[in-house]
């Protein structure tokens, strides 16, 4: 079920960034030849005015062929080429080659892929917040979320806490000490009953780890905490931890800044790691490749639509970034190209491309190569 979940989000992914491509290129009077699902060869196909659909049998992902995308090679027999121009000028009245149209344009088509990946990662983050999913929560929040839990997020070491044995993850159901008792703890209620009980009684405390449920004795202390020395403490760090539905609109807004935030932070860790390639210091048990990802798409299935969406949106963030790297084969490498030619002011030859590209290409296979035997190796280990 794991590895049908991973195809079915890959595909999705896939397709909508190169329906991005599609449309940017329809938008701007390009002739698109054919939009794919799937890979060769071709199981079913039908034409639609200049552009043909088909479905492949090969199910990982699938492909827009823009007219004009790939010149012809100027060593291409002159019928070819001749072709070539008759059915330039035959669409639309004019040129609807993806070559011949403005490179502005040309730029908007190849960034375009990227750019749905990452609307399309906004609207599942904008529907997992409105949605509900589980996330640290505020005093006020605590007490309105169904699901609230008090989880503890780090252990003093040498403390209370740590010589009672707690662990970060540990899910706190309940407090006995000094002859009262609190149930379901917030945050500021278990904060306030250890710190006002009398230094040196135990409080027996109920939590949960895993599937086990464990009952936990600590005594609290003064000088636990260097920033309180005068406040009784275990020597705990606990967060709230809920699901709290936002509003539509409190959801687009915060959506857009989670998407802001999480492209950032990824794009700093794919900066970091490019570089750490280049200087021979690239650690791949860091990333994960296609087994890796297979495997956190399965477990967060297992979790819930709501996780698996949140994962996906991760996923199609990263796709995004991934295709703006200025190599050959992949949408940053021609733009890079694109950019190129607007300064030098004639088209790169098509042989030079050719060439890049399959450097470019063979560059990507051996990454991922490395990278999924690193995954079999994390695995085995």
């Known amino acids: ?32 030849d054919e939009f794919g699902i799937g890979f060769p060869p071709r199981l079913w196909g039908v034409r639609r005015g200049e552009t043909e659909y088909t479905v492949n049998a090969i199910p990982f992902g699938g492909f827009v062929k823009i007219y004009g995308e790939d010149l012809p090679s100027p060593k291409a027999p002159k019928a070819e080429q001749a072709a070539h121009e008759r059915l330039t000028k035959s669409f639309m009245g004019g040129a609807v080659s993806f070559s011949e149209r403005p490179r502005y344009l040309q730029v908007a088509v190849l960034a375009s892929g990227v750019l749905m990946n990452l609307l399309f990662a906004y609207i599942l983050l ?18 309105r979320a169904p699901d609230a839990a008090l989880v503890v997020s780090g252990v003093l070491p040498d403390s209370p806490a740590a010589r009672a044995g707690f662990e970060a993850g540990d899910r706190i159901i309940s407090v006995v000490g000094g002859g009262q008792a609190l149930a379901a703890p917030s945050p500021e209620s278990f904060t306030s009953f250890i710190g006002n009980g009398a230094e040196g009684n135990a409080v027996s405390l109920e939590v949960v780890r895993g599937e086990e449920t464990l009952t936990l004795s600590a005594r609290p202390a003064t000088g636990v905490v260097s920033a309180e020395p005068a406040r009784a403490a275990l020597g705990v760090a606990v967060i709230g931890v809920g699901s709290v539905p936002t509003s539509f609109f409190e959801a687009l807004r915060d959506g857009a800044l989670l998407t802001v935030r999480l492209t950032t932070e990824t794009a700093k860790a794919l900066l970091s790691f490019f570089g750490s390639i280049f200087t021979l210091s690239a650690n791949l048990s860091d990333i994960s490749g296609p087994i890796g990802i297979a495997g956190a798409v399965g477990d967060a299935s297992h979790d819930g639509a709501l996780a698996l969406f949140y994962l996906t949106a991760l996923i199609s963030i990263n796709l995004a970034l991934i295709n703006l790297i200025p190599v050959p084969a992949l949408d940053g490498g021609r733009l890079l190209f694109v950019l190129i030619e607007s300064v030098i002011r004639r088209p790169i030859p098509a042989s030079f491309s050719r060439a890049t590209n399959a450097l470019g290409f063979a560059f990507l296979v051996l990454l991922m190569v490395a990278v999924t035997a690193s995954d079999i190796l994390k695995i085995a280990g």
């Open 1 to 32: 079920m794991t590895i049908v979940v991973f195809i079915i989000v890959l595909v999705i992914l896939i397709l909508i960034h190169e329906f991005g491509h599609f449309l940017a290129a329809k938008l701007a009077g390009m002739r698109v």
């Open 126 to 143: 904008s529907f997992v917040l409105y949605a509900g999913i589980p996330r640290v929560l505020s005093e006020e929040e605590f007490s």
